[in-house]
């Protein structure tokens, strides 16, 4: 609408402002007309040929008014606003770069929600970005993030950062811990773990060490919360682990952000990908940035927590006791990522620091751990099978070891899980070590390599 | 922008309140149920000036409520496109900003903000010119145009521009006066 094209006397007598008056009328009219048309298309009711004479007619109305001021406006309103398509002059169709509640914010457009745009709702409430927006700002951002010597974590709440169990499921020996909740909000210790969600009826407990972890990791790192619970309660953990919301403001991602259903993906990160590191507990929800994972040992602190993965094992509450600080598994992965940190930045690799990968540095580190090692595996997987593609033997080969099919002199370790086969007596005879699958487990969760006696085959007892 | 219009509205009002101050109760409901409301066709009802008429009362069968149909004159504020409105910014981030022209939200991307100011992260995150000569950062006040607009049940968000001539910072609030 442009009234300085319109009415160019708007301004002075008396007379005209009935006219004015009655074109806003008119105005107001078409353009509710307009605007209800295009919500009775959304909502495809059966009334398709008077709508169409509705929009045609009302469509007549604004090309009319449209061409008596084209010439007269700017360069950036030549694009039609009513239809949204070319006008004279040849400019380019809106690409859509930025849709705000359905509305393009370059051209005012009303926007359906296909097409290539992917939706940003952690950011700001129906704001969906086209695919032109997301590589602009990821290229900026990578920009940015070198300049100030950061790389991206990615963080998962359940089982890797915090712990959490329903009300309900709290069993009788975990009683103490509601007591221990109860005089926690009396108090106000900056150093408290056990928390209760009020709206949710839940306990959640912070891994030990891991309000020093995000205050270290800050320096490192810009950090970004991507878990699979809902939204207002990855808020609420949010608000607990970062009270000053000075880590995680609005880079919260949870389920209902992701693209694909059951599965994270880097999508709606808006960085680059080879700057990016993962922690998270669960392998399978990142099918496609495997080499982004690194894996963490799951946090069971509550008995319910640890029922849902195995049974038979107490949980850490059970025992009334906790994951060390100082040793513990945030602990170790900070250091592993201070160390990525390190290598990534060094001043003295020669390859330029926009294409320097950090999956590739984490192979690295990977490889380091079991540089060395030649493994035999004895009876962990069936013999049929395709004995390179079993996962256990692929952990082991990407943590630095050599995997070999039979026994021979180079062998150091033999992979067993019980004490009788032949490559275990093998192994006795020769005195290599013999080791359960845990050790590369371990060696995996701890990033180290572990002492073989910690993780000896049991001798089977005999009757 | 704001016009002045006469609407209807049927109220419906409980039998507790018959009596003396009948009419009174009427027009205060009204202005409870109205005031601060947004409809499409007519914008975001800003406040009722006066009550022009008011109808018979009709009981409603079986609740026994009493239906009045009320004529009112009001403030109602609209925004249209193409309209220049002067508005607060809420927020800051690198997509553009959100600002508020009274009850109505406005988003202007970055990409209808002039070319040479640039985004500054950090703990007031703002878009400077290079010389840092204009800054737009919260609480500042902006002239801005509307691209486009949306129109909820309950409120209205509106596209911006601050691209063309005479556009852009109005008052700092960092700047002494």
């Keep these: ?463 | 922008m704001f016009f002045h219009i006469v609407l209807e509205r049927k109220i419906q009002l409980h039998p507790r309140y018959f009596g003396p101050h009948l009419r009174d109760k009427l027009v205060a409901k009204l202005m409870k149920e109205v005031e601060g409301t947004c409809s499409g066709r007519h914008g975001f009802v800003v406040a009722i000036t006066g009550v022009e008429d008011i109808g018979k009362g009709l009981i409603r069968e079986g609740t026994g409520f009493v239906t009045f149909p009320v004529k009112y004159q009001c403030v109602v504020f609209r925004p249209f496109k193409g309209e220049i409105l002067e508005a607060v910014v809420t927020m800051v981030n690198k997509m553009g900003f959100f600002a508020e022209a009274g009850p109505v939200q406005i988003f202007v991307s970055n990409h209808l903000i002039p070319d040479d100011m640039e985004y500054q992260a950090g703990d007031m995150p703002n878009y400077t010119t290079s010389d840092g000569s204009v800054k737009i950062q919260k609480d500042c006040e902006v002239r801005l145009k509307i691209m486009g607009t949306r129109v909820d049940a309950t409120e209205i968000f509106c596209i911006g521009t601050i691209k063309d001539d005479f556009l852009g910072v109005i008052s700092d609030p960092s700047a002494a006066s």
Aim: proline letters at 3%; aromatic letters at 6%; glycine letters at 4%.
């Design chain 1, 1 to 463: 609408m442009n009234l300085a094209a319109e009415s160019p006397s708007s301004s002075c007598s008396s007379g005209s402002t009935d006219d004015f008056a009655a074109f806003l009328e008119n105005e107001i009219e078409a353009q509710i007309e307009e605007e209800e048309i295009e919500e009775e298309h959304i909502e495809e009711e059966d009334d398709d040929e008077i709508e169409i004479e509705i929009a045609e007619h009302s469509n007549k109305r604004r090309k009319v008014m449209d061409d008596e001021s084209t010439d007269e406006e700017s360069p950036l309103n030549t694009v039609d606003l009513a239809n949204g398509q070319i006008s004279n002059g040849g400019n380019v169709v809106c690409a859509h770069p930025i849709i705000i509640r359905n509305l393009c914010s370059h051209c005012g457009e009303f926007v359906e929600e296909a097409g290539s745009s992917v939706a940003f709702n952690y950011i700001h409430k129906d704001l969906r970005l086209g695919a032109s927006e997301i590589e602009k700002l990821r290229k900026e951002d990578l920009k940015h993030l070198l300049k100030d010597k950061k790389l991206i974590l990615v963080l998962d709440l359940d089982h890797t950062l915090i712990n959490s169990s329903r009300m309900i499921d709290i069993i009788p020996d975990e009683q103490y811990l509601i007591k221990q909740v109860e005089e926690g909000k009396e108090t106000d210790d900056p150093n408290q773990t056990l928390f209760q969600l009020g709206r949710y009826h839940m306990l959640t407990k912070l891994r030990p060490f891991v309000r020093t972890f995000l205050k270290e990791a800050k320096n490192m790192f810009e950090m970004y919360i991507y878990t699979m619970g809902e939204r207002a309660y990855a808020m609420e953990i949010a608000k607990l682990l970062d009270p000053g919301d000075v880590y995680f403001s609005s880079k919260v991602i949870c389920q209902s952000d992701c693209t694909t259903r059951n599965q994270k993906g880097l999508d709606v990160v808006l960085g680059a990908d080879n700057l990016v590191i993962i922690l998270d507990d669960t392998e399978h929800v990142w099918h496609k940035h495997k080499e982004n994972l690194i894996l963490m040992e799951r946090y069971h602190y509550f008995a319910s927590s640890v029922r849902q993965f195995s049974s038979g094992i107490k949980s850490l509450s059970e025992m009334k006791k906790d994951e060390r600080e100082s040793d513990g598994i945030l602990a170790t992965i900070l250091s592993v990522l201070k160390r990525a940190h390190e290598m990534f930045f060094d001043p003295k690799i020669g390859i330029d620091l926009s294409s320097r990968d950090v999956r590739q540095i984490l192979k690295l580190i990977r490889q380091d751990i079991l540089e060395g090692c030649n493994i035999v595996f004895s009876r962990v997987f069936p013999s049929d099978v395709q004995a390179n593609e079993q996962p256990i033997w692929k952990l082991a080969e990407q943590l630095g070891a050599t995997c070999l099919g039979d026994v021979d002199d180079s062998v150091t370790h033999v992979v067993a899980v019980v004490p009788n086969t032949q490559k275990a007596e093998w192994a006795r005879d020769n005195n290599k070590f013999l080791v359960t699958p845990r050790w590369i487990e371990a060696a995996n969760y701890l990033w180290q390599r572990q002492k073989e006696e910690d993780f000896a085959v049991p001798k089977k007892v005999d009757k």
